[in-house]
């Protein structure tokens, strides 16, 4: 089965430092995702993107957050200063389609920790 | 808003025994529910969905789920556990009208299957 790859699998930064977290959704999908679970907690909604824009953002994708999509594969989440609260696991994942159609693919992670 | 209650962290279940794993949820129109699983180290995988019809959804590896809608309930079953079946579980609802409004997940609960 196809599957969403992400790098890296362990990202250790200081904080205040920028980060890209780096993703490469399946091949011939349309809608890409970015979520968040910090430890014990639910998995949260950052962004969806989707035909090269942002369809929809949750209030924790503030200013410090944006994404790209620089090229035709690859799915990419910065955020410019990070926090202490910024820890987590990252997940990217992507779908065909939306709707009665939907399923989601996700990576297997990338575990943040901002030091 | 949409949102989805997983109440418990934990289930242990007896290899050979059925398992239960629950699920509420709340949206202000009809859902897509979904169950997702995590096996260590690798990315959330899709189960199972419902989007309308037979409230007994079947999905991957002989897992089943029930959509009660008077109970608001989207319950995950297998009626013989196995050992590798243990791993993080997690519920997922998305309002059907919603537009562009993201999967909602659950916090997850880890299934324990002993032999």
């Known amino acids: 089965e196809p599957e969403v790859t992400q790098t890296p699998s362990h990202q250790v930064t200081q904080m205040g430092q920028e980060v890209i977290l780096r993703c490469v959704p399946i091949?011939?999908?349309?809608?890409f995702y970015w979520y968040r679970q910090i430890l014990g907690q639910k998995v949260e909604f950052l962004v969806s993107?989707?035909?090269?824009?942002?369809?929809?953002k949750s209030e924790i994708f503030d200013d410090q957050f944006s994404v790209e999509r620089p090229d035709g594969s690859n799915f990419t989440l910065k955020i410019r200063s990070t926090k202490l609260e910024d820890s987590a696991m990252y997940f990217c994942?992507?779908?065909?389609?939306?709707?009665?159609?939907?399923?989601?693919?996700f990576g297997s992670g990338t575990q943040l920790s901002v030091l | 808003a949409q949102s989805v209650a997983q109440p418990e962290d934990q289930v242990n279940v007896a290899e050979g025994n059925p398992l239960t794993v629950k699920c509420t949820y709340s949206?202000?129109?009809?859902?897509?529910l979904f169950w997702y699983v995590q096996y260590p180290n690798r990315g959330l995988q899709f189960l199972l969905k419902?989007?309308?019809?037979?409230?007994l959804v079947k999905g991957s590896y002989g897992f089943e789920a029930e959509f009660n809608k008077s109970q608001t309930s989207f319950h995950l079953k297998k009626p013989s556990a196995l050992v590798s079946d243990s791993a993080l579980y997690f519920c997922?609802?998305?309002?059907?009208?919603?537009?562009?409004?993201?999967?909602?997940f659950g916090k997850g609960t880890r299934l324990s299957v002993i032999a």
């Open positions: 949206v202000s129109g009809n859902p897509y």
């Open positions: 993107f989707y035909n090269n824009e942002i369809s929809e």
């Open positions: 997922a609802v998305r309002d059907r009208n919603s537009g562009n409004t993201p999967l909602v």
């Open positions: 994942a992507s779908s065909g389609d939306r709707g009665s159609n939907e399923k989601l693919f």
């Open positions: 091949s011939n999908h349309l809608y």
């Open positions: 419902y989007i309308t019809g037979d409230n």
